[in-house]
């Protein structure tokens, strides 16, 4: 059996003072997660989130990183810097820093390398709008994002990281992708993985879905063939809500065998 991946993206939520009290909360509710479970909070509250993960299971990101390991670039945060604080995962290309800050296909593919290369985890994000699924260009839009963001990775660093696929329509909406839809998309990133890589390693890759997942429709994501996990927004912030998704999963995770 294979644990599903659940990664909480808290985006631009939480000091360390709550970060704190939602560790504590979901240690006690979730004592052995049947999930490989990773946290994402704001760069601020990483060390916090180190503090109260010690011990535990689940597993530290981070939200974005630059690609260079020191120097003049205000405002930026390394991998050293974050991996000194316990990060082992990083989400690149998230469409929100593709729309609001503007980071481009090139951008993203050297932070998944720089992460590869130096001891992180990337979860490479990539997605269509609404307006390119009406138009029928979802395939193409997604085989692009994805090719972009994985060149020139060898087998060796591709066997490092996860896709995260999110429907740009489904993120914060509450109008999540119905399972077959992720599932189609999921088996259309896979074909393309098989294509960069060898076939051992694009089975290996844990493609993940994201938009609106919640308690209810988590199992229903996980029992599709492609998907090995989930990015959750908005349902990870509460700590009996994100406890829900984990358990949620267990349960549907046991049914896929
Ligand atoms: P959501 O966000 O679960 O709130 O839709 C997902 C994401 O942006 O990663």
């Not at 939602?22 to 180190?50: E, G, Y």
Request: proline content about 5%; charged content about 25%; aromatic content about 6%.
């Amino acid at each position: 059996m294979r644990y599903p991946i659940l990664v909480a993206n808290w985006k631009m939520n939480k000091t360390a003072a709550e970060t704190d009290s939602f560790i504590s909360q979901l240690k006690k509710s979730v004592k052995k997660p049947q999930a490989t479970v990773v946290i994402c909070p704001p760069f601020t509250a990483l060390q916090a989130a180190h503090a109260g993960l010690k011990g535990t299971p689940f597993f530290l990101g981070a939200q974005d990183v630059y690609v260079l390991p020191k120097g003049p670039f205000t405002g930026e945060i390394s991998i050293p810097m974050l991996r000194e604080l316990g990060v082992k995962f990083v989400i690149a290309g998230h469409s929100e820093r593709r729309k609001s800050f503007k980071e481009s296909d090139n951008d993203i593919n050297l932070k998944v390398k720089a992460a590869c290369e130096h001891g992180l985890k990337p979860i490479l994000c990539i997605g269509e709008s609404w307006d390119d699924r009406k138009e029928g260009k979802t395939n193409e839009v997604v085989e692009k994002q994805l090719s972009a963001g994985i060149e020139s990775l060898d087998e060796r660093e591709a066997r490092k990281i996860l896709i995260a696929y999110e429907p740009v329509w489904a993120i914060g909406t509450g109008n999540n992708a119905q399972p077959g839809q992720a599932q189609d998309v999921h088996a259309t990133i896979r074909k393309a993985l098989e294509g960069a890589f060898s076939k051992e390693t694009a089975k290996g890759i844990p493609l993940l879905y994201g938009g609106s997942v919640n308690p209810s429709n988590i199992g229903s994501y996980l029992k599709e063939k492609d998907i090995d996990g989930a990015l959750v927004g908005g349902a990870s912030l509460d700590p009996g809500e994100f406890a829900s998704v984990i358990q949620n999963s267990r349960m549907k995770a046991d049914a896929r065998q």
